[in-house]
């Protein structure tokens, strides 16, 4: 079965920079458009970032000039480093997958940024 696991959130102070990695399990996954997410406490889930499979990548607003995303298909892993973070960044953190119908994620990792 699918599995998307992350790992690399946790607590950090306005400015700070984390790097989350995603490894993907069950998946064709240098074939997938693999994406990271967030979700602040109240609010809908968005989109973060995204990268084809042309290594090609997209961002949302706020991420542009902060977050970089890549990925490793021999590792089947996909990476998020974040930069001159702000406490509006805080959220929970998700791995997406997609390919054709095929739409799977992980269980998600915080992201506090505190002084």
């Known amino acids: 079965q699918v599995q998307l696991v992350e790992s690399g959130g946790g607590l950090v102070q306005p400015g700070g920079s984390l790097r989350l990695s995603c490894v993907a399990s069950g998946i064709f996954f240098r074939l997938n458009v693999m994406g990271w997410y967030r979700q602040a406490p109240g609010l809908q889930r968005e989109l973060v970032a995204s990268i084809a499979r042309d290594s090609s990548t997209n961002y949302a607003e706020f991420a542009k000039g902060r977050f970089t995303i890549s990925r490793d298909n021999a590792k089947n892993t996909v990476y998020l480093q974040m930069n001159s973070l702000k406490p509006e960044d805080t959220a929970v953190y998700y791995c997406?997958?997609?390919?054709?119908?095929?739409?799977?994620w992980g269980q998600g990792t915080q992201v506090t940024v505190s002084s």
């Open positions: 997406n997958a997609q390919w054709l119908n095929a739409n799977s």
